[in-house]
Structure formats: C-alpha cells, structure tokens
C-alpha cells in the first residue's frame, strides 16, 4: 500500500525514537531516514515535539478505529468478537514493536501530558468497548460470568505487552536463538492462551 510523504516520517521517526530515544534523535536523522528534505518536518508537523505527539495520535486513532469496526459487526456473536479483537491487538502490537515501545516508554517517563492524556482517552474507549462486550454477551447467554471490565482489560494487554517484550528471553530459554519460525509459532500459541484464560473469565463455553 502506497503512503503519503506526512507517513513516510511519521513511521521513519517513530524507528528511530523506538531505537534511541526522543531527545538522542534529530530532525536531520529523521529526514535522513525517511529521504526527505529537512524542511518537510517543519511543512508537515511544526516541530519535532509535534511529530512526536503526530505519531502517537496516529497510532492510537488507528487502534480504536479497528476496535469500533470489529464491535460494529452484525454477523459475529460477543465471543467471536473477543477473538477477533485479541487476533487484531496481537497482530499489532507485534507489527508495531516499535511504536509499543516507544509508548512503554513514555508511559514510564510520564514526562509529556499531551501523550498521556491521548492514551488515557484510548485507553477509556478500549474499556468501553469491553465493557459493552461482556453486557451484551452476558445478557445474550454467550457469556455465563461478568468479571470486571478492568480484570479484562489488564489480562488482555497484560499479557501480551509482557509476552512480546519477554520474546527475546524466552527464546534464548528455549535454545532456539536461531529457530527463524520460534516468533510466529510462539505468538500465535500466546494468542490462544489468551483465549483460553478469556473463556475462563467470561464463563464461554463452546458448543
């Protein structure tokens, strides 16, 4: 798919702040990174503060697009739902490592009240999505418990953020540092773990 110059720097810049940080990154890394005059920052995003903000919102506005796009759907039950949603966040937070890391980080910093105000607020919209799924999946018999929207929640992007940032290390655990199929086979065995405690806590049984 073809992108547009504004997200040619926006994911050239978001590298190279996942690799070395905000403050150790120039603009002229950027545009070098992205093959673009240094002006173009300026053009497309004002500052470097700006591009950085950019890329969370971007990032974010597309998280909580393809949850409103999978909650929207007629033909899938509550529970096809949550599986399409646990398939849909895995698939990006492993696509989009750097992004998630780079969030992780300013999560811990909680220096930029900007960012963290955005990630509250998508945060809030994830919330509402699950909590909608476990009313209506509870009160259509797909679901037999309704636990706690924040028990949900946490299990969901608690287990995944720690899987994905502990690949390295259990790959070295496992002796397979140079078993080129070890990533995908453990993802998609952590995705149907994940599954597999969500049935647990939501009382689905399949039939």
């Not at 547009?4 to 702040?17: D, G, P, V, Y």
């Not at 390295?168 to 995705?191: I, W």
């Amino acid at each position: 798919m073809e992108i547009s110059k504004e997200e040619n720097i926006l994911f050239a810049a978001e590298k190279l702040f996942a690799k070395n940080g905000f403050g150790s990154t120039s603009t002229r890394e950027i545009c070098k990174e992205a093959n673009v005059n240094i002006s173009m920052i300026s053009y497309y995003f004002g500052s470097k503060e700006k591009l950085y903000e950019r890329i969370f919102e971007y990032r974010m506005n597309e998280s909580v697009s393809f949850g409103k796009d999978i909650i929207s759907k007629t033909n899938l039950n509550e529970w096809q739902k949550f599986e399409l949603l646990i398939d849909q966040f895995c698939n990006r937070v492993i696509r989009l490592r750097a992004f998630y890391t780079i969030m992780q980080r300013e999560q811990l910093s909680n220096k930029t009240a900007f960012i963290i105000d955005f990630l509250k607020t998508s945060k809030m919209n994830f919330l509402e999505f699950y909590s909608k799924l476990l009313k209506s999946g509870y009160d259509n018999g797909v679901f037999t418990k309704l636990p706690k929207v924040e028990y949900v929640h946490s299990t969901i992007a608690g287990t995944l953020f720690a899987g994905v940032n502990a690949t390295p290390m259990y790959k070295e655990f496992a002796g397979a540092k140079d078993d080129a199929n070890f990533e995908a086979v453990y993802y998609q065995g952590l995705s149907e773990h994940l599954k597999n405690v969500l049935k647990y806590l939501l009382g689905y049984n399949e039939k």
